[in-house]
Nanobody
Framework: QAQLVESGGGSVQAGGSLRLACSTVHDYNQYCQGWFRQAPGKEREAVAGIHSEGSIRYADSVKGRFTVSQDNAKNTLYLEMTSLKSEDTAIYYC?????????????????????WGQGTQVTVAS
């Protein structure tokens, strides 16, 4: 049973940066992991996904601004967010699923993921 815990959310001015962290699964090389977000009144949407073998995917809305990385020694997944916009305001979640239980082509589908964190709020003031 994986337990994911996000941290690093907060409030920032537009154009600013934040780094989110997710203490994640121990056997990272067996899991695909992802970042999702949900803004008020909107559906949860994918932000980025990382395959257990290292492939990374980004939503078009964050390409060039967000970077996902992993510190394997610390079992921590990061989301570096730069050039933040007001529309990035949302609760951000990390998620994980055993690689054997998913098709990474579906990385952006939240139903593919088994384990979820509690979320961390990111607010970008314009």
């Amino acid at each position: 049973q994986a337990q994911l815990v996000e941290s690093g959310g907060g409030s920032v001015q537009a154009g600013g940066s934040l780094r989110l962290a997710c203490s994640t699964v121990h056997d990272y090389n067996q899991y695909c992991q992802g970042w999702f977000r949900q803004a008020p009144g909107k559906e949860r949407e994918a932000v980025a996904g990382i395959h257990s073998e290292g492939s990374i995917r980004y939503a078009d809305s964050v390409k060039g601004r967000f970077t996902v990385s992993q510190d394997n020694a610390k079992n921590t997944l990061y989301l570096e967010m730069t050039s933040l916009k007001s529309e990035d305001t949302a609760i951000y979640y990390c998620a994980a699923v055993l690689t054997l239980d998913t098709d990474f082509r579906n990385w952006a589908d939240d139903y593919e993921y088994t384990y979820w964190g509690q979320g961390t709020q990111v607010t970008v003031a314009s």
